[in-house]
Structure formats: structure tokens, C-alpha cells
């Protein structure tokens, strides 16, 4: 079973924290700008726990936020890597559900497994395209006509 726990924007984190400091070093307004501060840290913290994980085992695809989905390999219709521009396509970061299809977007490569099954099409954000490139390769993920030899 092969899980990766996808990384946050840490560096957006840095960047406001980096940010409040020097407001607040240049207004010397410390105690709204501190409280600020520690309220944005406390945040992510919490978000911390919202890690994305997506991985497969040997009968299913893994993924999710703290509850994980699982989409049973032998219900998988078409399974591809797309470069994809979630910010146009799918309004940003975060899960993003519409008719029939499910986005997860939680980093910014732009690299999207899209997982098309019968009743749902699914775009979840991955950050090492090389090992889902060389998983797909291995030719995982047989659809029904191949294994009914069609």
C-alpha cells in the first residue's frame, strides 16, 4: 500500500507570518498585530490536520482529507495524467464537487490523476507525477474489455 500525504502552502503560512512581523515592527502596533499573529498560526495548526493523502493498495484507489475515499480499481472506466489549470477550471484550492465530477486541489503543480468511473468523474491533485506516470505504466489499472479479452 503506497499512501503520500500531499504537503500544505507552508510557504503562504511564512509569508503572512513574515508579513505581520514587519507591520508590526514598522506601525509598533504589537499587541493587535501579535494577537493577529498567533491567531493565523493557531489556524494552521488546526489546518495542519487537513493533510490530502492519495495512494493506491492492490484492489483501490485511496484519497481524501481526514475521511478517506477509496474507488475500487476494478470500477476505474479511464484513468489518466492531465495538466490542468485548477484555478480556471475548478475556482481553486480545496474539494470542489460539481454535477458528476469531484476536485481535489491541494498544491499548486497542476498535476491532476483523473479517475473516471460510471457514475463520477474525479481530479485529484498529485505532486509526484514521475511515480504516478511509472504506477499507470506498469499498467495497474486493466479496464474490463482488456482482462475480458476484447
Known amino acids: 500500500m503506497n499512501i503520500y500525504k500531499q504537503k500544505s502552502a507552508k510557504f503562504i503560512v511564512f509569508f503572512v507570518c513574515a508579513m505581520l512581523i514587519f507591520f508590526s515592527l514598522v506601525t509598533e502596533d504589537y499587541w493587535f498585530l ?4 498567533i491567531l493565523v498560526l493557531a489556524i494552521y495548526l488546526y489546518t495542519v490536520s487537513f493533510d490530502y493523502t492519495i495512494g493506491h ?21 479511464e484513468i489518466s495524467l492531465e495538466n490542468l489549470d485548477y484555478t480556471g477550471k475548478f475556482g481553486g484550492y480545496g474539494y470542489r464537487r460539481f454535477r458528476k465530477r469531484s476536485a481535489y486541489t491541494f498544491n499548486d503543480s497542476g498535476n491532476f490523476l483523473c479517475v473516471k468511473t460510471s457514475d463520477r468523474t474525479y481530479f485529484l491533485s498529485i505532486e509526484d507525477k514521475a511515480y504516478w506516470t511509472d504506477w499507470l505504466d506498469k499498467g495497474v489499472v486493466i479496464s474490463e474489455k482488456e482482462s475480458a479479452g476484447y
Open 34 to 37: 501579535g494577537s493577529i499573529l
Open 57 to 77: 493498495t492492490a484492489t483501490s484507489l485511496v484519497f481524501g482529507v481526514r475521511k478517506k475515499k477509496e474507488i475500487p480499481l476494478d470500477t476505474i472506466q
